[in-house]
């Protein structure tokens, strides 16, 4: 699966003729954020609990000059001594109805944005199939009423940070290693030149209809070829009344890949903030959110939003133990002040496990619930 170069600047050079956007004010605004964690695990019974850690800093630089749109976002944890490329892309308004990014952009796959009101995300975040961010262009087109249309291709996932090629803001494919009963299977395998498409529909003033459809090479470099990954999505995201909010999502898919030996593979290895973990090749997932926001006017906080995320995650193997993630929980605004209140569950969850990483792929069919009380406070500027 191959796109040549060329057949990028060609189109890009057309494209070009035909613009007619309107050049918008020269600025530049720098930004960022710093966020705390409070939280105690449930599967940890020590004085360690609860902990309180520094979760993230980061910086932000938005703008235009001229034409051309710079957006880039750098973040650091200080508890993980990692520091990682969240974002970093090019924009460009080639007519008032088509826009272009070029460089490390959101994946168009799913609901637009974020699919879940919690901190923690949905269940599918963990797999690579939520706010994900790959590095290639990226296109979307709003021209068609009521349609909105998202195409894009990625060379390859994002750059690799400071912790190696699991170090890294969204889960993709890295290499990995396995022992299976008395084998070792080795993988040397990436992400390689994906596509992607979605199409979103407004079935009523506030509700967005939804379809994403991902096609994608998983290389192996021993091996020296691809094997094509796919994954498919139907979404809604819905808002009405005072604040109501619902999003849902039904994906499957289904990773592809070989190991060195040439063997297809049942479990890939998925990285990402400097730790990888193993996860089901194949799987279907389901998702839905519930969230209500109340405007208040309580000294400096001025909402509250209570929210209810769940994840269903079936795997296509029957001898593997399903994973469920539940999340109830609170979202503070206090100006630039954000605070998630969050009860986080669950059922053979890589991050909720006293043996992290385990869950996403064999699993434990007599897997208990575990729960992760969460406080997170970020300052936003």
């Given amino acids: ?49 609860p902990e309180f850690t520094w979760d993230t800093w980061r910086l932000n630089v938005d703008g235009s000059l001229g034409k051309i749109d710079l957006s880039f976002e750098y973040r650091f944890y200080p508890n993980s001594n990692i520091h990682f490329i969240h974002h970093g892309y090019f924009g460009y308004g080639w007519t008032d109805n088509l826009y272009m990014k070029l460089g490390v952009s959101q994946v168009p796959f799913g609901i637009k944005g974020i699919a879940s009101h919690s901190y ?24 068609i009423n009521k349609l909105e249309l998202d195409f894009a291709y990625f060379r390859e996932a994002e750059p690799q940070g400071s912790g190696g090629f699991a170090s890294r803001y969204s889960y993709d494919i890295v290499p990995g290693q396995r022992i ?4 070792t299977i080795t993988s040397t395998i990436k992400e390689l030149n994906q596509f992607n498409l979605r199409a979103v529909y407004d079935i009523l003033p506030s509700t967005k209809l939804g379809v994403s459809a991902q096609v994608g090479g998983i290389y192996n470099s021993v091996l020296d070829k691809s094997e094509a ?83 269903y ?64 406070i970020g300052y936003y500027f």
């Fill in 313 to 376: 995650v079936d795997k296509h193997i029957s001898d593997y133990s399903d994973t469920q993630q539940l999340v109830p929980g609170l979202l503070v605004t206090a100006g630039p002040i954000f605070m998630y209140i969050d009860y986080a569950m669950g059922k053979n969850h890589p991050w909720f496990n006293e043996n992290f990483g385990e869950g996403l792929c064999v699993g434990d069919p007599d897997a208990e619930w575990m729960k992760r009380f969460n406080i997170n």
């Fill in 229 to 311: 990954s796919t994954a498919f999505a139907v979404h809604i995201h819905s808002a009405w009344g005072k604040g109501w909010s619902f999003k849902a999502t039904a994906l499957t898919y289904d990773y592809a890949a070989r190991s060195d030996d040439n063997q297809k593979l049942d479990i890939v290895q998925m990285g990402a903030y400097g730790s990888g973990y193993n996860v089901a090749a194949k799987a279907n997932s389901y998702s839905a959110g519930i969230a209500k926001t109340f405007e208040v006017n309580w000294g400096p906080i001025n909402s509250i939003e209570a929210h209810v995320d769940y994840t």
């Fill in 180 to 183: 299976d009963g008395t084998d």
């Fill in 1 to 49: 699966m191959k796109l040549k170069l060329s057949t990028l600047i060609v189109f890009t050079i057309a494209l070009a003729f035909t613009s007619v956007a309107q050049e918008k004010e020269n600025h530049f605004d720098i930004g960022g954020a710093v966020r705390f964690n409070i939280f105690d695990k449930s599967w940890v019974n020590d004085k360690t609990q």
């Fill in 120 to 143: 923690f995300f949905q269940g599918q975040y963990y797999f690579g199939l939520e706010d994900d961010y790959d590095i290639g262009i990226n296109f979307n087109y709003t021209g």
